[in-house]
């Protein structure tokens, strides 16, 4: 049996429009990868079930808003940096909803793996 390597996963702190059923809201991606994300809980964002979809817009540099389809995979949390002039390196968990990105044409993935490698870079 084989197994398929992890994708790359970025800590990043981008804002991103979220649609379910029940509301459209923003909220911030604290991780991304080719093959999900991991979304912070905000108000009408808050109340979702493992196996819910949606779709997540980020706008991405040079180019329209990438949008992608997700399944919720998992509810949890992740580590979040707090920016304090005062201190370095302080974090706090963060609640929210590990995405998992639904049939992405060909074309928006390579938008997507390229704002990825932007943010290895950096």
């Given at each position: 049996?084989?197994?398929?390597?992890?994708?790359?996963?970025?800590?990043?702190?981008?804002?991103?429009?979220?649609?379910?059923?029940?509301?459209?809201?923003?909220?911030?991606?604290?991780?991304?990868?080719?093959?999900?994300?991991?979304?912070?809980?905000?108000?009408?964002?808050?109340?979702?079930?493992?196996?819910?979809?949606?779709?997540?817009?980020?706008?991405?540099?040079?180019?329209?808003?990438?949008?992608?389809?997700?399944?919720?995979?998992?509810?949890?949390?992740?580590?979040?940096?707090?920016?304090?002039?005062?201190?370095?390196?302080v974090t706090v968990a963060a609640h929210g909803y590990g995405?998992?990105?639904?049939?992405?044409?060909?074309?928006?993935?390579?938008?997507?793996?390229?704002?990825?490698?932007?943010?290895?870079?950096?």
């Amino acid at each position: 049996m084989t197994t398929q390597p992890r994708p790359v996963r970025y800590r990043c702190e981008l804002y991103a429009r979220i649609d379910v059923p029940t509301a459209s809201v923003k909220a911030r991606v604290l991780e991304v990868s080719e093959t999900g994300a991991f979304v912070e809980e905000a108000p009408g964002f808050d109340d979702q079930q493992v196996g819910d979809e949606g779709a997540l817009t980020l706008a991405l540099p040079g180019g329209a808003p990438w949008t992608g389809g997700f399944r919720i995979s998992r509810h949890g949390s992740t580590l979040k940096e707090l920016r304090n002039p005062r201190a370095d390196h302080v974090t706090v968990a963060a609640h929210g909803y590990g995405v998992e990105f639904l049939a992405i044409d060909d074309d928006e993935l390579e938008r997507l793996r390229d704002f990825l490698e932007l943010l290895e870079v950096r």
